[in-house]
Nanobody, 128 residues
């Protein structure tokens, strides 16, 4: 079964940056749609950004547009989430997820019900 590992979380002040990484040691991620999701305390998990297998389709939720960038390096078997200009509202556990499915719309690509494989999450805390 595909196992995903996230890294790169931490503590940062508002306006700071972090880069999250998602990789698998045993499976090639080339054919998978990869998504980044987050869950803040007391809130539902939400889709942050998703990228298609070859990177041709990318989705961002409105609250992170212009601040976050998702990318993938299939040669390194890693998907990244570059997070800039972080704000306290970005504080959450960030999860990466993967699956293979046909993309109908860019927004639908980031529907978490489409993803069967999930990492354990990495904590991001933005404090002032």
């Amino acid at each position: 079964q595909l196992q995903l590992v996230e890294s790169g979380g931490g503590l940062v002040q508002p306006g700071g940056s972090l880069r999250l990484s998602c990789t698998s040691s045993a499976f090639a991620l080339d054919y998978y749609v990869i998504g980044w999701f987050r869950q803040a305390p007391g809130k539902e998990r939400e889709g942050v950004s998703c990228i298609s297998s070859r990177g041709g389709f990318i989705y961002y939720t409105d609250s992170v547009k212009g601040r976050f960038t998702i990318s993938r390096d299939n040669a390194k078997n890693t998907v990244y989430l570059q997070m800039n200009t972080l704000i306290p509202e970005d504080t959450a556990i960030y999860y990466c997820a993967a699956d293979t499915f046909r993309i109908t719309t860019v927004q639908a690509m980031c529907d978490m019900s489409k993803f069967r494989y999930w990492g354990q999450g990495t904590q991001v805390t933005v404090y002032s």
